[in-house]
T-cell receptor, first 113, second 109 residues
Framework: DVKVTQSSRYLVKRTGEKVFLECVQD?????MFWYRQDPGLGLRLIYF???????EKGDIPEGYSVSREKKERFSLILESASTNQTSMYLC????????????FGDGTRLSIL | GQNIDQPTEMTATEGAIVQINCTYQ??????LFWYQQHAGEAPTFLSY????GLEEKGRFSSFLSRSKGYSYLLLKELQMKDSASYLC??????????FGTGTRLLVSP
């Protein structure tokens, strides 16, 4: 079974802090994704990566950056956290090829105070 | 671009059948996914349709009509544990998925 592990289930930070959210997958998937999920807005893509050191902006990249130094790990960075970044953050991975589903981690509920 | 529409909420009774609809508009079609998400949990993959017709997987079936830009998820013999959100998603060029906002299904006794 595919395992996508996010480092924290719950996290509380203060405005202005630099925040790191970590995601690790154990299935050698090429593609990894970071989403945020907010009520009424659904899942929105922040960034994704299709290979080590490669990244692409999603629909809402502002205020975020990412890092993929190793194939199994994809980090989301909030450069200077703001209260409007309070959300549920979900990481996903998938292999190459059409029809391959994304596999999600359990999510990190992040609160910015 | 892509646009996906799903009803926001549905209710049904235990043991009944429910159909959750999804309409989509895409610039190019590469299949359609359905995911289930229980409250506070991660989405889990249910089905993938790329050809027209009905695909059955136990109590859950998924239907696709490419000409109509339409899909539905059919849940039979509803159980309380089926109370969840159901997300419809279509791939865009380059590995990404665009998700609908999801349909919250409430199953009552």
């Amino acid at each position: 079974d595919v395992k996508v592990t996010q480092s924290s289930r719950y996290l509380v930070k203060r405005t202005g802090e630099k925040v790191f959210l970590e995601c690790v997958q154990d299935m050698d998937h090429e593609n990894m994704f970071w989403y945020r999920q907010d009520p009424g807005l659904g899942l929105r893509l922040i960034y994704f990566s299709y290979d080590v050191k490669m990244k692409e902006k999603g629909d809402i990249p502002e205020g975020y950056s990412v890092s993929r130094e190793k194939k199994e790990r994809f980090s989301l960075i909030l450069e200077s956290a703001s209260t409007n970044q309070t959300s549920m953050y979900l990481c996903a991975s998938r292999p190459q090829g059409p029809g391959q589903p994304q596999h999600f981690g359990d999510g990190t509920r992040l609160s910015i105070l | 671009g892509q646009n996906i529409d799903q009803p926001t909420e549905m209710t049904a009774t235990e043991g009944a059948i429910v159909q959750i609809n999804c309409t989509y508009q895409t610039s190019g079609f590469n299949g359609l996914f359905w995911y289930q998400q229980h409250a506070g949990e991660a989405p889990t993959f249910l089905s993938y349709n790329v050809l027209d017709g009905l695909e059955e997987k136990g109590r859950f079936s998924s239907f696709l009509s490419r000409s109509k830009g339409y899909s539905y998820l059919l849940l039979k013999e509803l159980q309380m544990k089926d109370s969840a959100s159901y997300l419809c998603a279509v791939p865009t060029g380059f590995q990404k998925l665009v998700f609908g906002t999801g349909t919250r299904l409430l199953v009552s006794p």
